[in-house]
């Protein structure tokens, strides 16, 4: 089993920023995506950004390329998300989740382990 546990958010005004952090335990395997995905109220989750086992590979949502930043840290087996420039419209439960298979980067349907999520509020 795998536990992944979600911290960092919380309320920032528009322009701020935020590093929220996702930290895996359990289980492990050698090869992985991380990914971050959001669920705002009434509204479908969405992927925001995902990180290989290798780290080489990044990838970002469109409507956050140039202000999100995913890395990794294996020593701690803790994958970040570091998001400046925050908008209003960034506001949403964040999830981290862990995809040991296949499947595109971008499918929440692909990813067998989910975080519980925590809350980013982006004030206008």
């Known amino acids: 089993q795998v536990q992944l546990v979600e911290s960092g958010g919380g309320l920032v005004q528009a322009g701020g920023s935020l590093r929220l952090s996702c930290a895996a335990s359990?289980?492990?395997?050698?090869?992985?995506?991380m990914g971050w995905f959001r669920q705002a109220p009434g509204k479908e989750r969405e992927s925001v950004a995902a990180?290989?086992?290798?780290?080489?590979?990044?990838y970002y949502a469109n409507s956050v390329k140039g202000r999100f930043t995913i890395s990794r840290d294996s020593t701690k087996n803790t994958v970040y998300l570091q998001m400046n420039s925050l908008k209003p419209e960034d506001t949403a439960v964040y999830y981290c989740?862990?995809?040991?298979?296949?499947?595109?980067?971008?499918?929440?349907?692909?990813?067998?382990?989910w975080g519980q999520g925590t809350q980013v509020t982006v004030s206008s």
């Open positions: 359990g289980r492990t395997f050698s090869r992985y995506l």
């Open positions: 990180i290989d086992w290798s780290a080489r590979n990044t």
């Open positions: 989740a862990l995809n040991t298979g296949y499947g595109a980067w971008a499918a929440s349907g692909a990813y067998d382990y």
